[in-house]
């Protein structure tokens, strides 16, 4: 803990993801809407800006909901979604992004969301279901701290570097590690609310953003829990797989995300001083659990598999359970070991049935909320 992990923690940064900044020195949140009869009555919501950096920099426009009927604070799951706050919910006062959004998204014109994407996403995130089991659900959408292309010069980017350059250097932090930094600003808050368990923080995301939820977890031990869900290349995949989507791949398609030093080991991988289990490893001894599905081979769900095997003996050493089996288990069967393991029939996707098994696991390690 006082060395090594120091020491994967900057190799991960100096070669892969980029360099976090610190937090900035001050933070602001402002209530923007609050609805204490949510869901029909079953949550409030509650919708808040988070400001940091200069006044022109980027805002993270957050969507909380918590459960009404709990006996005490509520454990809460932190993360980013794709397309915006609006598509998650069917509420005509659910601000819209201001910032960049993909053309892929429901409803964009011109890669601006409009009315047209409301409600659009409500299976993606489940927000109904984790209300009923007693968990709050803080969300935003990523493009508030930095938008998925290749472009330094908007996000946060330009507000953090030391001399202000929009254009990246070897170590520059990537857009995966600006969307983690941001996640650490939502919980800067979520800490704070009352409302909520501090000690009960479980993040989730899926694809790109599941990499990211695992390295916001990685560098922030206030977060308890992580479910990197399909994660893939660059995140739950080891990036010496011969499986699915490859270093140089991934680096050749969205170069905005790591580091440049990354493109440096794409012909030479086994030259990576470090393999994705360290980065499991970074959040032992809390719970990880990597959830995959059967079509989505791109994300090599068996080099998943064997990630978190290979991160079983720091879990060890620190007294935690590892992973329960030997062997990928059958689609459907949930592993809720420490390090958990998940595999289901289907596609590249976040579901509603995925969002069960998401509150089983943490069910299981941070505790049935009261109440629900």
Same mark, same amino acid.
């Given at each position: 803990?006082?060395? %090594? ?42 919708? *808040? ?8 920099? !980027?805002?993270?426009?957050?969507? *909380?909901?918590?459960? &009404?009927? @709990? ?9 980013? &979604?794709?397309?915006?706050? =609006?598509?998650?919910?069917? #509420? ?29 996403? +409500? ?15 803080? $969300? ?31 170590? $520059? ?9 941001? +996640? ?12 909520? #368990? ?9 694809? %790109? ?15 308890? *829990?992580?479910?990197? =869900? ?19 791949? +991934? ?14 080991? &794409?012909?030479?991988? #086994? ?29 090599? !769900? ?28 059958? !689609?459907? %069967? ?9 595999? %289901? !029939?289907?596609? =590249? ?18 505790? @049935?909320?009261?109440?629900?």
């Amino acid at each position: 803990m006082s060395q %090594r992990r120091p020491e994967l923690k900057a190799l991960f940064q100096h070669y892969m993801y980029g360099y976090l900044p610190a937090p900035p020195k001050e933070i602001t949140t402002r209530v923007e809407r609050v609805d204490a009869n949510y869901f029909g009555g079953k949550a409030t919501k509650k919708e *808040l800006t988070i400001a940091f950096g200069p006044p022109q920099a !980027p805002t993270i426009g957050l969507l *909380l909901v918590v459960p &009404n009927r @709990r006996k005490g604070p509520a454990p809460v799951f932190v993360g980013e &979604n794709f397309c915006g706050n =609006h598509a998650l919910v069917d #509420d005509p006062k659910v601000a819209l992004p201001r910032a960049w959004v993909p053309s892929h998204c429901p409803g964009c014109e011109d890669h601006r969301a409009t009315n047209a994407g409301r409600g659009t996403q +409500i299976d993606v995130w489940n927000l109904d279901a984790s209300i009923d089991r007693g968990y709050a659900v803080a $969300t935003f959408y990523c493009g508030d701290v930095d938008p998925d292309r290749p472009d330094f010069s908007d996000g946060v980017h330009p507000f953090f570097e030391s001399d202000g350059t929009k254009e990246p250097g070897p170590h $520059t932090w990537g857009t995966i590690a600006a969307w983690a930094w941001g +996640i650490h600003r939502a919980v800067d808050y979520l800490v704070t609310d009352t409302d909520l #368990d501090a000690r009960r923080i479980a993040v989730v995301g899926h694809s %790109r953003l599941g990499k990211t939820a695992l390295v916001a977890a990685a560098m922030d031990e206030r977060i308890a *829990l992580a479910i990197p =869900h399909q994660a893939g290349c660059g995140g739950t995949a080891p990036s010496r797989g011969k499986v699915g989507e490859s270093v140089e791949r +991934i680096n050749a398609a969205f170069p905005h995300w790591f580091a440049e030093e990354f493109t440096r080991f &794409n012909e030479q991988v #086994d030259k990576l001083p470090f393999d994705q289990h360290s980065l499991v490893a970074l959040v032992a001894p809390r719970p990880v659990l990597f959830s995959n599905a059967v079509d989505d081979q791109w994300a090599n !769900p068996d080099g998943q598999f064997e990630v978190l095997k290979a991160a079983e003996g720091v879990y060890r050493l620190l007294g935690a359970e590892g992973l329960a089996v030997d062997k990928p288990p059958e !689609p459907g %069967r949930l592993i809720d070991s420490t390090l958990g393991y998940y595999i %289901r !029939p289907g596609k =590249h996707s976040m579901t509603q049935g995925d969002w069960q098994v998401f509150l089983d696991f943490a069910d299981k390690h941070l505790g @049935r909320p009261g109440g629900a």
